[in-house]
């Protein structure tokens, strides 16, 4: 009988994020009454890999985060995907044009799942290969331990790691230069305008140059301009950091990189330059007042860090975009600031670090928005209701 749905571990994500996650879904799945089987596959992979096939009539669904799965062979030759024939789902938790690899062939039973719906439509006009692509955001973890806001121990936190621009500007060095042309015209786009995403900036740009590619051509293309995605990430984080120091909150900064910025040795400011374990860092957002949250070049979703401060009492303080604006109502369930006028930033900060009440307001209201339709079990009935029912 069909009825098992099967994790595969075929990689880890930063901070092993992916292993917390597949815990929660194994855990909000089995609480809908399916039971689960968690495939790691970094240990023993090709033996782990024919038990399942073998075992395939068994399961219903399989899922996978950033999965390498697509790009697996049998000895023969043949796709993985191809012999397995159970519905797939990889969920990508960053921008397609990351995972171009293992997303440019098609297989009968193999969709995406994506966090953001600009990526989803990203993916629906340059991978018609691909079955389906839903959107399904990431669910709001809930730390082990709560605190009353007077309790928590950071003020104001950040969490995130930070890549100097000059290093990155090195790696645009090594470019030829048709490539390094374009990366920096779409970097210098991005920039100057902060709700163009990257595929628009690209089109923009070949548009300019009278260059005319497939979809196919395109994908390609934009895979090979990640660097673009990854110098505006690091420079958009960077100076949201910046700007909440000047607010003179104490503020927490953890992750590889800061402590290279002069801005941020003063007092009020403690750097923690290593990284911490998923599961600590849900706690660390629980410890906190204020968690400032900055998600760069990410237009039509939610970072999984809102969702999971508003469900630990905590305040999210992240990007006003279109998106946010529709999801959250600004000072009642988060506070949205202007990421192209960071002033208003620190002016926003500021203002509602004085206002405790205020903050106890709207992480109140927060939280009962989260626990109603932001956790991983609403993500897992979600799945099955608009997903997985498709097929």
Not at 39 to 61: N, W
Not at 93 to 118: A, K, M, N
């Amino acid at each position: 009988m069909k009825d098992t749905v099967l994790l595969f571990e075929s990689r880890d994500l930063c901070y092993e994020s992916n292993r917390y996650f597949i815990k929660c879904l194994k855990q909000a799945f089995e609480s809908l009454g399916y039971p689960v089987e968690v495939c790691d596959l970094s240990l023993r992979m090709e033996e782990k890999l024919e038990t399942v096939l073998a075992g395939q009539e068994k399961y219903m669904a399989a899922l996978d985060f950033n999965s390498l799965v697509p790009r697996m062979e049998l000895e023969d030759g043949t796709p993985y995907l191809e012999a397995f024939q159970v519905p797939f789902y990889n969920y990508l938790v960053d921008h397609p044009l990351y995972h171009h690899v293992g997303i440019r062939c098609g297989f009968s039973h193999y969709s995406v799942i994506c966090i953001d719906t600009c990526h989803q439509k990203y993916m629906q006009k340059y991978y018609p290969q691909i079955r389906q692509v839903y959107y399904l955001p990431l669910g709001a973890a809930e730390a082990e331990f709560e605190k009353e806001l007077e309790q928590k121990r950071f003020e104001l936190l950040f969490l995130g790691t930070y890549e100097p621009e000059a290093a990155l500007h090195e790696q645009l060095e090594d470019y030829a230069l048709p490539l390094k042309k374009e990366v920096s015209a779409l970097i210098d786009m991005m920039d100057a305008d902060h709700a163009l995403t990257q595929e628009d900036a690209l089109a923009a740009y070949l548009r300019d140059q009278g260059e005319v590619l497939t979809e196919a051509e395109f994908a390609v293309r934009l895979n090979h301009a990640y660097l673009a995605d990854k110098y505006l990430r690091n420079l958009e984080r960077k100076k949201a950091v910046i700007a909440a120091e000047k607010s003179k909150i104490p503020f927490t900064v953890i992750g590889h990189g800061w402590d290279v910025l002069d801005e941020l040795h003063h007092k009020q400011v403690t750097l923690y330059t290593g990284g911490v374990s998923y599961p600590v860092s849900i706690q660390m957002m629980a410890d906190a007042k204020i968690l400032l949250n900055t998600t760069p070049c990410f237009h039509g979703g939610l970072h999984d860090r809102v969702y999971t401060a508003m469900l630990n009492h905590t305040l999210a303080f992240t990007e006003d975009t279109p998106f946010s604006r529709n999801e959250l109502a600004d000072q009642k369930e988060a506070v949205l600031y202007n990421d192209s006028d960071l002033d208003t930033l620190t002016e926003k900060l500021a203002d509602i670090y004085k206002h405790p009440a205020e903050i106890k307001s709207i992480t109140d209201h927060a939280y009962r928005k989260a626990q109603a339709a932001y956790t991983w079990e609403h993500r897992a009935e979600t799945f099955f209701s608009g997903i997985h029912t498709d097929r």
